[in-house]
């Protein structure tokens, strides 16, 4: 029987190697991942989860191994199409959080509702409800720069609510959030997953560990 497309992962490593001169990280490294799902990277610190995250969000190159989002190589990408599929695909939440710090929250999040073609009323009604969502309703119009650290890393949340990438790739994304947020931040990233994202992420926080659907301990690869 054919696998329907349900069945096929979404996202594939295979045979995935790094090293750093003789240093090898991990290798062997074999995971996939099927819509719907999430995963938690695991490993003592400087095992190689957030180089596992940079790899598999085009930041960083493997050393050997393949890496598929949906069926299709990361490595035979075009700089164009490793462009685009950033822009059309792909959601970070990493811990510098890359946002536009000099700029509003509404301009940080205009930018994520302009890749998806969402403008006027829509892409409004979008921001409202994610910024809801993530506990800071109404506060549009406050510059990034002067957030606290857990409400900077909510609205990188947002972005990636009204964003809706088909891969999220957060690196320790409760890191910097007290438990009440932290809480609030995991539900939303189980809740991308259950509406068909696939979800990676490093952590260290066993409760958030355990909302995910499948641990990688990548300190087994170690060879
Ligand atoms: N460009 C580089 N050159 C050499 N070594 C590097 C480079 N980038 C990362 N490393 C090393 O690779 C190791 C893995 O780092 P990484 O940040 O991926 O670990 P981690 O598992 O995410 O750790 P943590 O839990 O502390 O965040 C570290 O020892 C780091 O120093």
Known sequence: MMATKAETAMLETRSLRMAYGRRVL???????????????????????????LGCLGLLERPTAGEILLDG???????????????RDSLGYLF????????????????????????RGAQGQQAMEEALEKVGLAGRQREQVSRLSGGEQQRVAVAR???KQPRLVLADEPTGALDRFNAELVAGLLRAMADDGACVVMATHNDSVRDQCDETVPVDAYTG
């Open 26 to 52: 991990w290798t062997g490294l074999d995971m996939s991942v099927k819509s719907g799902r999430m995963v938690a990277l695991t490993g003592p610190s400087g095992s190689g989860k957030s180089t596992l």
């Open 72 to 86: 299709r190589e990361l490595s035979g990408l075009s700089a164009t199409g490793a462009r685009r599929l950033r």
């Open 95 to 118: 811990q510098n959080y890359a946002l536009v710090e000099n700029a509003t929250i509404a301009q940080n999040l205009n930018v994520a509702l302009k890749a998806r073609g969402r």
């Open 160 to 162: 990636l609510l009204v």
